[in-house]
């Protein structure tokens, strides 16, 4: 079956100080990992698909890299509006429906 | 440019009322996508349709039935709803053609709360 565990649950860090959040999944016909970053009260907001391991992508304080079986999403010099939940996803689907697996979220708070 | 679009935004139910949420989208996307989110409990799968006339079952389906109506809409029905539902659903849909960049986009959820 299909899974997707992240790490820490939850996450609470100074502003400046870096860290790594940590997504580790079990699939079959891995085809994409996605990050999400969500605000309380709001939906998933798109950050990063990674393909292949080996791939990193970054986006001003934020790196996700892909390994074959996990992910890191690096926070460098993280300021208080990084404080949000951050989601992980796998799409997987070996004969063409394409599953979309979530993990359970790490809520990351940045202390000013 | 709407992009996916879910109704309605709240709603509170007795035991044992049926409703039906519903969700469009407007971006050509073939991927179709129901979740429900509790505290701590991130995104669990309902249904998903691949395409237009074909739905398949998610993590935690019991209590739960989809229709693809069309390209365009998904909808999920609580038949007789329970406690147990009380949650914050979301709709998202997806290219669903394996093409680089795909990312899938997420409607603003609704919020459900069976009394």
């Known amino acids: 079956e299909d899974q997707v565990t992240q790490s820490p649950e939850a996450l609470r860090l100074q502003e400046g100080e870096s860290s790594s959040l940590n997504c580790s999944y079990t699939v079959s016909g891995l085809r994409g990992l996605f990050w999400y970053r969500q605000d309380p009260g709001k939906g998933p907001e798109f950050l990063f698909t990674?393909?292949?391991a080996g791939e990193e992508k970054e986006k001003e304080r934020l790196k996700a890299t892909l390994t074959k079986k996990e992910s890191f999403l690096h926070i460098t010099a993280p300021k208080p509006e990084d404080s949000a939940t951050y989601l992980c996803?796998?799409?997987?689907?070996?004969?063409?429906?394409?599953?979309?697996?979530f993990g359970q979220g790490t809520r990351l708070t940045i202390n000013p | 440019n709407a992009g996916v679009t879910q109704t309605p935004k709240f709603q509170v139910l007795k035991t044992g009322q049926s409703m039906t949420l519903q969700c469009a989208q407007d971006m050509n996307h073939n991927s179709m996508y129901w979740y429900r989110q509790d505290p701590g409990m991130g995104l669990r799968l309902i249904y998903y349709?691949?395409?237009?006339?074909?739905?398949d079952k998610g993590e935690v389906p019991n209590g739960y039935n989809v229709s693809r109506l069309n390209k365009r809409e998904f909808s999920l029905r609580l038949e007789s709803a329970a406690p147990s539902q009380t949650s914050v659903y979301f709709c998202a849909s997806m290219s669903g053609r394996w093409v680089k960049n795909t990312e899938a986009f997420f409607g603003q959820g609704t919020r459900l709360t069976v009394v």
């Open positions: 349709s691949a395409s237009e006339g074909t739905t």
């Open positions: 990674l393909y292949s």
């Open positions: 996803a796998v799409q997987a689907g070996i004969q063409g429906a394409q599953k979309l697996v």
